[in-house]
T-cell receptor, first 108, second 116 residues
Framework: DAKTTQPPSMDCAEGRAANLPCNHS???????VYWYRQIHSQGPQYIIH???NNETNEMASLIITEDRKSSTLILPHATLRDTAVYYC?????????FGSGTKLNVKP | EAGVAQSPRYKIIEKRQSVAFWCNPI?????LYWYQQILGQGPKLLIQ????????DSQLPKDRFSAERLKGVDSTLKIQPAKLEDSAVYLC??????????????FGNGTRLTVT
């Protein structure tokens, strides 16, 4: 299974875009990139996922590089409620293995 | 659509006691997962079911942990006997899994277990 590398923490000013990077250099052709976030005392919340095309939904945008070795999750206008741990996961055969994620601190 | 339901929300037991957690996945979801999340770490997959069959239990400590998914719907995770290091949040998740890797997991809010 492909492994992911994320920075342990990031800061972002409220109202600005938050760009969270993820490296998955060993990803294979049929493995999807998923993003989840976890707010204290809650289960992980699904955000977005993609295979090779960029994706956008009401929560975020996912940009995947052409070689698929890295991706960026973009929260266009971060709010204080976006403070959470963000997990980037590469899955195959429906197996979701979580790393340590990035703690995003949104500051007023 | 109702989410993944888990109970109890909190449980405190003494070491060497037994405990069981219950999970009701989203209706129609074929795949069910149990994760263990120790404070400060990401969730660790314990076991994965497809309907009522086990797909992956390679990280389940089988000497003390057991899980079942009778009739392919609800699931129960049991610890017997509990150790101090089992203190964690136990998360249940489910997925339609009808589109291969293109089916998101949906999580419950977990059961927080404290072993004293």
């Amino acid at each position: 299974d492909a492994k992911t590398t994320q920075p342990p923490s990031m800061d972002c000013a409220e109202g600005r875009a938050a760009n969270l990077p993820c490296n998955h250099s060993t990803i294979s052709g049929n493995e999807y990139v998923y993003w989840y976030r976890q707010i204290h005392s809650q289960g992980p919340q699904y955000i977005i996922h993609g295979l090779k095309n960029n994706e956008t939904n009401e929560m975020a945008s996912l940009i995947i590089t052409e070689d698929r070795k890295s991706s960026t999750l973009i929260l266009p206008h971060a709010t204080l409620r976006d403070t959470a741990v963000y997990y980037c996961i590469v899955i195959n055969f429906n197996k979701f293995y979580f790393g340590s994620g990035t703690k995003l601190n949104v500051k007023p | 659509e109702a989410g993944v339901a888990q109970s109890p929300r909190y449980k405190i037991i003494e070491k060497r006691q037994s405990v069981a957690f219950w999970c009701n996945p989203i209706s129609g979801h074929a795949t069910l997962y149990w994760y263990q999340q120790i404070l400060g770490q990401g969730p660790k997959l314990l076991i994965q079911f497809q309907n009522n069959g086990v797909v992956d239990d390679s990280q389940l400590p089988k000497d003390r942990f057991s899980a079942e998914r009778l009739k392919g719907v609800d699931s129960t995770l049991k610890i017997q006997p509990a150790k101090l290091e089992d203190s964690a949040v136990y998360l249940c998740a489910s997925s339609l899994a009808d589109r291969g890797n293109n089916s998101p997991l949906h999580f419950g809010n977990g059961t927080r277990l404290t072993v004293t």
